[in-house]
């Protein structure tokens, strides 16, 4: 060994010692374990004030107050606002959720025009004015041309100021066609308008109710105001009350149910029918109720001289058990108990609504279970169904009409909503499409304005709303986030997420007292987005003339505070205003039909459809080419209205209804073995509107025949968390008019299931 | 110089789960996320790659329809106590990461010192332990929403459920600004308990005579999970139904029903 | 046989000298290269003067306070200084800096943090100053005391402020404040028998300092 | 071309075989390299594991891995401690297949940690409760021990060994061999069991739990025992490998069949005391936490009793009676039957011990857990066996390993 190689030697291990005994190796060593602790790429959420906003949430129509939780400026965490009347400190899985639509990443930023193919996804930014001039531009376009009424317009609540402005608009512009999203809640309306005499929404004092009846309703799975019934439903378990859920799957209502009754699909009126007869024939009804504040028990005869039916007769002939049993598959003996503890309890409730109730369902149905509660005079008293008085604080004057705007309105409504056939029907968006597409209303559809809803993706038989969609020229979306409708507009005008803006929330649906709300700003807004109410005001100025003038506000929020009046100072502070002495009406002032009496038996009745009552409800398909039926469901875990899931509820889906992109249908282990189906193997779901591949998952919580597709899959515009997955049901069913609201009555569509 | 340090009697925090109420709609897992900063991926329907520090479970009672039964379990980090502290996941943790306090009951879970070896997860029966396979990325402008009291975690660590112990932290903030010696029930609550819509989750000090959880615990209808193995869990179940109770732990078939214990 | 030649050749020395040019080579590099490498200096946004600050609100507490919910406010946030200095106090250019670049334009001074402890510390200022009775000074320092913000200094690699390791790169300390790193806090833990409930180490749970 | 690096008096293959050898062995190992830095890089999601699966493959591959180095430790110990002289001849290459295995576990293990970076806090923050922290320690100070022991080794080499301060120091390091063989032999006592502690103490999972004295439960001592066992067993198993595919006979078979006959009896021993410790688990210890044996062994796809079966009587029963009988030893082919069986026996043992101790469903409502490992899970396995293979033909070329080797292959004199 040479001396340089042997120096080079000494050199390296007098510089390992050195190295060794400087900090050097020790430091980096602990520094680069640091270094992974939190790396440069590792968010670090800072610190800082913690404050709490209250507010509503406007997710679904619950109106549960939130409490949102600050640091510094940004909104951390959403939790249930405790002490309010709704929900009580409760939240949902969506509503805790909220911050990521808020922060998410399909929030439309701002102001967008199309500038590629409808749903290309290419789009321009442009400004508030040049926004609002495209649209007012248009607009004025069709009216000058003399089509005023072939201006259509969707949006998602009722009730309210935003809802009302558009109804507003649209009277001023000349349009019969503003529509808006239908749910159960449409379908007791009638029935209370029926039965009742009354303009009213139900209110049911559940958590009082100590025999609780449900027709499919998923009291845990988001029926009514959700927090609230989960809230009743543990109350009932603290306090031993009953609930028996009539239900052809085994829902997580059936489970936690004292008892699941499980019917076949589509038969509950009859079974409902089929208890009022017990109840009935064995005399067990309320006698004080059914004598003096009802009408058309007993057979009764009109100013005529013409005899009628009444109820007991009607149940009477046609609905013993033996009868009902052998439609509905339920024991007769069954039957009878069920009918002797609903009439023999204290505080008996029997609820309707399929599912969320997020679709109308069929009158005959509602009206059927809700005579269940006058025999048992379940009305306006504690643990009932109470008729709350629809929201009537916008008392605005009617707008001024010029000549275009009158005769437009004069013009038959392109959903069919208006006429003889449905009387009792304000808008029937379900109906929407098959107008379009059919032409029925002699004029053509140019343009859509679409507020806080999702046609395209929550109407049933969605390749026929894409059609109606396709035909209209102009489609102007004020959604705030980029969902399917939003995807297929010509023009967006995005609203701020209701975190950001300040509005009026009518009672929750299903609450037992009159309740407003008002949402406000938790959040300055986080991009370029503007109050729906504010755009709308801008368009209708731009346009001018008589539908300008129809919004004399200087801004949204300035018609907001007008109309809350005197209530503005109490909602601004509380956000809430509840009229804490409410007491519904007495039996005696309750019911305002012609008789005044609650009314069994309406002239709903007399469309010569009664036999059809004794039967399954329609649905669409034949049994011979589609041996199954196809029955949809929902879960608390899938937001299924016009907000898809959140990238948090998406990870809660559970293993037995997606895996990767496939959703699950369930199947009797029965029903598979006869299509040679096993657990998880791909198949292909066809109904007579649409077909998609699913993977089977062997349930034993559903009947023989029966097959079930969860609701809130298959978007597929949304955030990648949530879109792509699974099938849109609404997609593999169609629409099916009930024959006296024209709403979708829909409950299920036959079909077939084969390997792939 | 220094004041008395605060010196209170030993908490034993616990959380009993009322499975009759519990409608398994996923609430609290979704405020468990939320409050602790809990990562999300674009597909997250592999359970066993997925991370929910407090999972539902769905049980099945094995029955043909119509007489098919479900029950939802929620199951959080059931901070054992194991003997003496010794909880499963606790002695076997190399590098002390995770920690038994005799102070609160609380398994503790260090992100910045675990290194990744998953000893714990191997260890637990509960399935309560997750490792971060991934990076958590939140899409643009969602890092906003994330909590500052609650570390983030990166790649390669364990984490799991902690009974949100920064909740504790903080509350104890305006007690010791308030001169107070103790925190008071409502005052520290986990976020699923305070989310849950049912009222289905209590918890509480379960050595406390006057917490919720202190009686609920005695239910004759409680039990816990696995009890057999010796795992001492603090999380305590109520169920009226027999099967549920049933599956709470393994039994030979000739032994007998599940029958109510005193705790 | 050639490595026996080698021993004989008198390179003896030369190899010493060698291994010591290695080491001092490496002692250099180690102890003078590489700390100047690891940290990088930043200047505060400008000047901030304690002592005057000191002399006109009279504690710290004036400043750093407890907000009523219990935690701390740590570094002031503007709305607490424009009390005082909506217009130009005195007639130092930081003044000017401040009244004009902050304050007129509502935009938050961007303070480097000497003290800043990493994500995964929870630090209860309550539980040392409230509960604890402990001065500022005893971690903090006399920074009361300062007339002028000395740089900011953070490591590279870790993005830590250099008080957590300390000015000395062997980590020795003379003052409490000199370094604050986990076996500090634990030390004076152990010391004051705060919360050494550990099962596993009979020391302080993890979760007395961490989140 | 490298004859003047090849120990004398030894025939070595032409560089061309060689090299060919290596180049082809080390695209396998090149292949595992890709896939460990894979790993390294975008982390543990490259590997099939999951929230079940915390451990998988490489944990056992660790444990395989160090039960098979235990020839190292246990013939030193034999020959060293107990005096069983004639093991000199295998000692050293007993070394170096311990020294393979060892680095190879260690390795593992740091592309099996979610922090590699931070892999050092084992040692700086240790839990002393911990069985991985005993093995940590007792792994790596015993891997110092065999690379002490590898060293003296590599000093014989003829270039090396004409330095006279390396030749002094092999010299020297032989003479102290002794100590450091006590000192394996005690640390792989420790670190054998506390490998098997890793199962033993999780007393959540009842497959894995087994009681035991003290804080070691009884797998502890049935890892070392059968790692003693199995060790020399795998040493025999690679030294006819090594003669198969140099075409040599290296030892002679004397000192094959006297540790043959020393992993036989131990192997007798060790498996009449796991089927004690299996009885006893499977009617007082399993049955205490609900669960009968049946139960481990039922409604999945892949564990039946075939496992327990192939365990015990193929890798366990079987090659212990034939390493005790003479003639079975003697047999070229029932030897060489008897140490793959105990290879395989051991194999499984630690496989079951750790992936179907996470496989079993511990809580009644859910199912038993699947696993099969990505192929970065099986490149990064099969990379000490490539990287092992290489070391071996290195050191067989280079060094003079198998002492009798010259004997047994007498070189004739070439000329130049």
Avoid at chain 1, 461 to 473: E, N, P, T, Y
């Amino acid at each position: 060994m040479n001396i340089a190689r042997r120096s080079f030697l000494a050199f390296l291990i007098g510089g390992a010692a050195g190295t060794a005994l400087s900090p050097l190796p020790w430091k980096l060593t602990d520094d680069l374990s640091i270094w992974t602790q939190t790396w440069p790429w590792t968010p670090v959420p800072p610190d800082g004030e913690y404050s709490y906003v209250n507010s509503v949430c406007t997710l679904c129509p619950g109106g549960c107050g939130i409490t949102v939780r600050k640091v510094d400026n940004r909104a951390v965490k959403i939790e249930g606002m405790a002490g309010h009347p709704v929900n009580d400190g409760g939240i949902c899985i969506l509503g805790a959720s909220g911050l990521q639509l808020l922060y998410g990443p399909r929030r439309v930023k701002a102001p967008m025009r199309r500038v590629g193919e409808r749903g290309e996804g290419k789009w321009e930014t442009i400004s508030w004015d040049e926004a609002i001039a495209a649209a007012a531009e248009k607009l004025e376009g069709i009216r000058s041309a003399g089509n005023p009424q072939g201006v259509a317009c969707m949006v998602g609540d009722r009730y309210g100021t935003v809802p009302s402005l558009f109804e507003r608009f649209m009277t001023a512009y000349g349009s019969p066609n503003f529509m808006s999203d239908a749910a159960i809640e449409d379908s007791y309306r009638i029935t209370l308008n029926l039965m009742h005499g009354k303009n009213a929404i139900p209110g049911f004092d559940a958590g009082n109710a100590d025999f609780v009846v449900s027709f499919g309703s998923g009291v845990i799975e988001g029926w009514g105001s959700p927090v609230r019934m989960f809230l009743a439903h543990g109350k009932w378990k603290d306090e031993n009350k009953t609930l028996v859920q009539v239900e052809p799957r085994l829902s997580n209502t059936a489970a936690k149910a004292d008892k699941w009754v499980a019917v076949q699909p589509g038969t509950e009126a009859v079974l409902a029918l089929s208890m009022a007869y017990v109840i009935i024939k064995e005399n067990l009804y309320d006698k004080s109720f059914v004598a003096e504040n009802a009408a058309a028990f007993e057979d009764w005869r009109d100013d005529e001289g013409k005899t009628y039916p009444g109820f007991k007769t009607f149940v009477l002939n046609g609905f013993s058990p033996a009868d009902a049993s052998k439609v509905t598959g339920v024991d007769p003996s069954l039957i009878v108990s069920l009918a002797r503890s609903f009439a023999g309890a204290e505080k008996p409730l029997a609820l309707c609504g399929r599912g969320k109730g997020n679709t109308p369902g069929s009158l005959h149905e509602f009206m059927a279970v809700h005579a269940l509660n006058g025999l048992v005079g379940a009305i306006n008293r504690p643990g009932g169904v109470w008729a709350i008085d629809v929201p009537d604080y916008v008392t605005w004057p009617k707008p001024g009409l010029d000549e275009a705007a009158r005769a437009g309105l004069e013009k038959p409504r392109v959903d069919g909503a208006d006429g003889g056939a449905y009387p009792y029907t304000e808008s029937i968006i379900s109906g929407f499409a098959d107008g379009v597409n059919s032409g029925s209303a002699g004029y053509g559809v140019e343009a859509l304005l679409v507020s806080g809803a999702n046609p395209l993706y929550t109407l049933r038989d969605a390749q026929a709303v894409r059609k109606a969609f396709d035909s209209i020229g102009f489609v102007v979306s004020f959604s705030s986030y980029m969902d399917e409708t939003a995807a297929q507009a010509d023009l967006i005008l995005p609203n701020h997420t209701y975190l950001e803006r300040r509005q009026d929330v009518p009672a929750p649906f299903g609450l037992n007292m009159p309740v407003i709300g008002m949402s406000r700003p938790v959040v300055p807004p986080q991009f370029d987005t503007r109050q729906v109410g504010d755009s709308l005001m801008g368009i209708a100025r731009k346009m001018g003339g008589s539908v300008g003038d129809a919004f004399g506000w200087e801004s949204y929020e300035a018609c907001l505070k007008e109309t809350m009046g005197a209530a503005w100072e109490t909602l601004e502070k509380d956000g809430i205003l509840v009229k804490a002495d409410y007491a519904p009406e007495g039996w005696g002032e309750a019911f305002n039909t012609p008789s005044k009496k609650f009314q069994f038996f309406t002239g709903a009745y007399r469309h010569g459809e009664n036999k059809d009552l004794m039967s399954q409800m329609k649905i669409e398909g034949e049994a011979a080419d589609f041996p199954l039926i196809l029955i949809p469901y929902d879960s608390m875990r899938l937001a299924s209205g016009p907000v898809a899931d959140t990238p948090f509820m998406a990870k809660t889906i559970e293993e037995d209804v997606l895996i990767h992109d496939d959703v699950y249908v369930q199947v009797n282990p029965a029903t598979a073995a006869s299509l040679n189906l096993r657990e998880g193997k791909v198949a292909e779901l066809t109904t007579p509107v649409g077909k998609a591949r699913v993977r089977v998952h062997l349930s034993e919580g559903i009947g023989e025949g029966v097959i079930a597709l969860p609701t809130g899959l298959g978007h597929w515009a949304n955030s990648k968390y949530i879109a792509g997955k699974g099938v849109n049901v609404n997609r593999l069913m169609s629409p099916v008019a009930d024959p006296v609201s024209g709403l979708d009555a829909a409950w299920g569509i036959r079909a077939k299931l084969a390997r792939a | 110089m220094k004041k008395a340090q605060e010196h209170t009697a030993p908490k034993k925090y616990g959380m009993v789960i009322d499975l009759d109420k519990c409608t398994g709609c996923g609430a609290c897992m979704a405020a468990c996320m939320a409050e602790n900063n809990v990562p999300f991926r674009e597909d997250e329907t592999d359970k066993n790659l997925s991370i929910t520090w407090l999972r539902v479970y769905k049980l099945t009672n094995g029955k043909k329809f119509p007489n098919a039964d479900v029950c939802y379990l929620p199951r959080p980090c059931m901070h054992c106590e194991g003997h003496h502290g010794h909880s499963p996941c606790v002695s076997v943790c190399p590098a002390t990461a995770t920690d038994y306090s005799y102070d609160t009951g609380i398994v503790s879970q260090i992100y910045t010192r675990c290194f990744g070896c998953r000893y714990c997860m191997a260890a637990c029966p509960y399935h309560v332990r997750y490792f971060n396979w991934w990076d958590p990325v939140w899409p643009e402008g969602m890092e906003k929403m994330l909590s500052p009291n609650v570390s983030v975690r990166t790649r390669g660590v364990v984490e799991k459920c902690s009974f949100c112990f920064h909740r504790y932290q903080i509350a104890m903030e305006k007690v010791r600004y308030e001169g107070r010696a103790e925190l008071a029930e409502d005052e520290y609550q986990t976020a699923c308990t305070q989310a849950c819509p049912a009222n289905a989750i209590t918890f509480g000090d379960l050595n406390n005579h006057d917490h919720a959880v202190y009686k609920l615990k005695t239910h004759p209808d409680a039990f816990r999970l696995l009890e057999r193995l010796g795992t001492n869990p603090k999380v305590y179940y109520i169920s009226s139904r027999e099967w549920v109770r049933r599956q709470g732990d393994n039994y030979l078939e000739n032994e007998g029903k599940v029958v109510a214990k005193a705790h | 046989m050639s490595t026996v030649k080698a021993k004989d050749d008198g390179a003896g020395g030369f190899i010493i000298l060698f291994f010591i040019l290695g080491f001092v080579a490496s002692m250099i590099l180690g102890w003078i290269v590489f700390p100047k490498l690891l940290y990088s200096q930043k200047e505060q946004p400008f000047n901030f003067d304690h002592a005057i600050h000191m002399d006109m609100v009279g504690a710290c507490e004036s400043c750093h306070f407890f907000r009523d919910d219990g935690t701390f406010s740590g570094i002031p946030k503007l709305a607490q200084c424009i009390d005082c200095h909506q217009d130009v106090q005195g007639f130092t250019k930081d003044e000017e800096i401040f009244v004009n670049e902050y304050v007129r334009n509502y935009r938050e001074v961007p303070w480097l943090i000497y003290s800043e402890q990493p994500d995964c510390v929870y630090f209860s200022h309550s539980a040392h100053v409230l509960s604890g009775g402990m001065e500022c000074k005893t971690c903090h320092g006399p920074i009361a005391e300062t007339e002028t913000s000395r740089p900011y200094e953070y490591n590279r690699i870790t993005g830590y402020s250099r008080d957590i390791w300390g000015k000395s790169m062997l980590g020795l300390k003379k003052n409490p404040w000199d370094r604050m790193k986990m076996d500090d806090c634990a030390e004076c833990h152990r010391e004051n028998g705060v919360k050494q409930n550990s099962a596993q180490t009979h020391k302080g749970a993890c979760f007395v300092c961490h989140k | 071309m490298d004859t003047a690096l090849i120990p004398e008096g030894r025939k070595r293959c032409p560089l061309w075989q060689f090299v060919l050898f290596i180049a082809v062995v080390g695209a396998v190992l090149l292949w595992g390299v890709y896939a460990m830095i894979l790993c390294w890089l975008k982390g543990l999601n490259q590997t099939n594991m999951n929230n079940a699966y915390g451990f998988a493959l490489w944990i056992w591959a660790d444990l395989a891995v160090i039960a098979l180095g235990g020839g190292a430790f246990f013939s030193g110990f034999l020959k060293y401690i107990i005096g069983k002289d004639e093991l000199k001849n295998l000692i050293n290459y007993a070394v170096i297949i311990g020294f393979i295995c060892y680095s190879s576990a260690l390795l593992i293990l740091a592309i099996d940690i979610g922090q590699p970076l931070r892999g050092w806090f084992i040692f700086w923050h240790a839990n002393v409760h911990s069985m991985l922290t005993e093995v940590a320690f007792c792994l790596s100070c015993y891997f110092a021990v065999l690379t002490i022991e590898f060293i003296p080794l590599i000093l014989e080499n003829r270039q090396i060994d004409k330095v006279r301060f390396f030749h002094n120091l092999s010299h020297n390091m032989h003479h102290i061999m002794a100590v450091f063989a006590a000192t394996g032999a005690f640390l792989s006592f420790f670190h054998q069991g506390s490998l098997g502690g890793v199962a033993g103490v999780l007393f959540a999972r009842p497959f894995g739990f087994r009681e035991g004295v003290l804080i070691w439960p009884w797998t502890f001592f049935l890892f070392t025992w059968s790692a003693a066992a199995c060790g020399p067993c795998f040493t025999i198993l690679i030294t006819k490998i090594t003669e198969k595919v140099t075409r040599k006979k290296l030892v002679k078979d004397n000192v094959i069949e006297l540790l043959a006959k020393i992993s036989g009896w131990m192997l007798l021993t060790y498996i009449v005391a796991k089927i004690i410790d299996t009885w006893y688990w499977a009617v007082v210890t399993a049955p205490e936490a609900g669960f009968t044996m049946m139960d481990f062994y039922s409604n999945n796809p892949l564990y039946g009793l075939w496992i327990l079966f192939l365990e015990i009587v193929l890798g366990g029963i079987v090659p212990a009676l034939i390493l005790i009988t003479p003639a079975g030893r003697k047999n070229k082919a029932t030897l060489l039957l008897a140490t793959v069986l105990a290879v395989i026996g051991v194999c499984v043992n630690r496989w079951v011990m750790v992936l179907q101790v996470l496989a079993v469903p511990v809580m009644p409502f859910e199912s038993w857990f699947m696993y099969a490992p990505s192929w970065q899970e099986v490149a990064t396995t099969i990379l000490p066996l490539a990287y092992g293979a290489i070391l071996i033909a290195i050191a067989h070329r280079y060094l003079p390993i198998f002492p009798q080797e010259p004997e047994l292959n007498p070189v004739e004199q070439q000329a130049g």
